[in-house]
């Protein structure tokens, strides 16, 4: 019986450790659903407002809480400037987007990103960008943060980088360029190059609410298998104390010992 003790504790002590992470695990999934819930909401809003000037906006460091607001500004595109943003996906088409320098009427440098760009059926990135519209031009798009990453990713090398960062693009270019940047919407005059615009992210719940679920199912599942075992544990120490009596009492009746039709049943089933 103290083996069992000792197993039983172990088996315990590893469920409990085991139930406590996917319950972790879910409380984390239902903290994303509720900040994506949250994200929604904030798209949701800044769509019913009216366009603001750029100029209100690119005050300061872009956070997460400001993107997605929709800004207009007029200037001049600089096309011998753009920067290609690699490894891009939209609607899972893999490609890359446009990014243009906008010098505004206000003598402002504003990065704007004209759109996304997939790849070719050989799987290879557009070598020549498309230019963008000459002269003065009107866009409307949504507010980003700079993304960050290593420094061999947001430093533009041949024209391209892996993320859009606007102080080392800015660098780059010897220029100061306010942080952040425009994904464009709509420009005036219309462009070519068959650019995709940029999209808003899908306005859902997301997998988190179906993957809280399953990690809460998963410590529910855990549990009823250590009750399982211990059960099966008892049942079979009942039967190996069954099969000593019987034959305790044979020997004390001065019986053969032959295997009675329980410990042939017992035999076949095993």
Known sequence: MKKLWVRWIGLLVFVALLGAAFVRLG?????????????????????????????????????????????????????????????????????????????????????????????????????????????????????????????????????????????AIGKSLNREVLDGYVGLTEVKPAQSGNLKPMTTPELDDGPHLSYAVQWFCFTGIAVAGAGILIRGDLRDRKKALAKKARAEQRAREGTVATPDSQEVDDAARS
């Open 27 to 167: 409380e984390w999934q239902m903290h994303r659903l509720e900040w994506r819930r949250g994200v929604n909401a904030r798209i949701v809003a800044y769509q019913q407002q009216p366009p603001k000037p750029y100029e209100e906006v690119f005050t300061h460091e872009i956070t997460d809480n400001e993107q997605w607001q929709r800004v207009t500004a007029t200037g001049t595109f600089d096309a011998k400037n753009q920067v290609q943003a690699m490894y891009r996906n939209q609607n899972d088409q893999a490609g890359s987007e446009v990014v243009t320098p906008l010098r505004t009427d206000k003598g402002h440098w504003l990065l704007v990103d004209r759109g996304f760009i997939p790849r070719d059926q050989g799987g290879k990135e557009i070598a020549v960008l498309p230019d963008p519209p000459s002269g003065t031009v009107t866009v409307t798009g949504y507010v980003r943060r700079s993304e960050h990453g290593k420094d061999n990713a947001i430093t533009p090398q041949d024209g391209m980088a892996r993320l859009i960062n606007a102080p």
